[in-house]
């Protein structure tokens, strides 16, 4: 899976702060993430703010398979 900032480097499987489920960028370290695992994720974690240096790309349309 082709990055979707960069276009440019692979997507690898990473969990963020331990427990978020996300894929990271080979080539920007760019942090690609389902809308779906960030709203169940943020369901559990009401409370929890990511840190400022953190950016992440939100993008629906991945949500078809
Ligand atoms: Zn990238």
């Given at each position: 899976?082709?990055?979707?900032?960069?276009?440019?480097?692979?997507?690898l499987?990473?969990?963020?702060e331990?427990?978020?489920?996300?894929?990271?960028?080979?080539?920007?370290?760019?942090?690609?993430i389902?809308?779906?695992?960030?709203?169940?994720?943020?369901?559990?974690?009401?409370?929890?703010?990511?840190?400022?240096?953190?950016?992440?790309?939100?993008?629906?349309?991945?949500?078809?398979?």
């Open positions: 899976m082709k990055c979707t900032s960069c276009k440019q480097g692979r997507l499987p990473s969990l963020l331990g427990e978020f489920r996300a894929h990271t960028c080979s080539n920007c370290s760019g942090h690609w389902l809308i779906e695992d960030y709203v169940s994720w943020k369901e559990r974690n009401q409370q929890y703010s990511f840190k400022e240096n953190i950016h992440y790309e939100l993008d629906d349309t991945k949500l078809i398979n």
